[in-house]
């Protein structure tokens, strides 16, 4: 069971706004910024959001991301049906100090109808 | 543009030694920390560790101190020896930048591991 907690699935139709969430707690999410990476089947994961809410040079403005004391939410807007993949959210863990370990949520698999 | 390809057997022995190597093109090794994460057949991500350029590490805990990682400064590299290995350690294992708090922003396309007899 993965310390950051996701939904196992999310899926909407092309054009359509989603939302996936992440729940974690004060030593993940509530201390620790928090990163989104997409990974598509046999592709490496790629990061679309870092420091809660700040995307990489080359990330549509389609994807945002917002986090609020212990949980954080990435939102796709205009779907498309290249967006299909999997969406890990990721934090520190600061329950042991400050050596981590570093988590990410269980994945979401996005469908695009 | 810095690039990461990992490389290493594909089939492991259980018992034995995953030894496994990023090479990093396109860009220096230093100033950044570098890091394992490996996805298990259908599972999620798990993060295995880091190691920073001056060579201090970092692991998960649930690796119970079987985990190694080390650097090759002269051939733009990093390893993963993974000890004692078992079927529990299959999966794909990508090598990726670590930008502590900002996250893995680069990562390799992932090589497959298969822990079998």
């Known amino acids: 069971q993965s310390v950051l907690t996701q939904p196992p699935s999310v899926s909407a139709a092309p054009g359509q706004r989603v939302t996936i969430y992440c729940s974690g707690s004060t030593s993940t999410i509530g201390k620790n910024f928090v990163s989104w990476y997409q990974h598509l089947p046999g592709r490496a994961p790629r990061l679309l959001i870092y420091?809660?809410?700040k995307r990489p040079s080359g990330i549509p403005d389609r994807f945002s991301a917002s986090k609020s004391g212990t949980s954080a939410t990435l939102a796709i807007t205009g779907l498309q049906t290249g967006d299909e993949a999997d969406y890990y959210c990721g934090a520190w863990d600061s329950n042991l100090g400050a050596g981590g370990p570093w988590v990410f949520g269980g994945g979401t698999k996005l469908t695009v109808l | 543009q810095v690039h990461l390809q990992e490389s290493g057997p594909g089939l492991v022995r259980p018992s034995e030694t995953l030894s496994l190597t990023c090479t990093v093109s396109?860009?220096?090794?230093?100033?950044?920390?570098w890091g394992w994460i490996r996805q298990p057949p259908g599972k999620g991500l798990e993060w295995l560790g880091y190691i920073y350029y001056i060579g201090s590490t970092n692991y998960n805990p649930s690796l119970k101190s079987r985990g190694i990682i080390s650097l090759d400064m002269s051939k733009n590299q990093f390893s993963l020896n993974l000890t004692s290995v078992t079927a529990a350690d299959t999966g794909v294992y990508y090598c990726a930048r670590y930008l502590l708090t900002d996250g893995f922003d680069i990562w390799g396309p992932g090589t497959i591991v298969t822990v079998s007899p």
């Open positions: 420091g809660n809410d």
């Open positions: 396109g860009g220096a090794i230093s100033p950044y920390h």
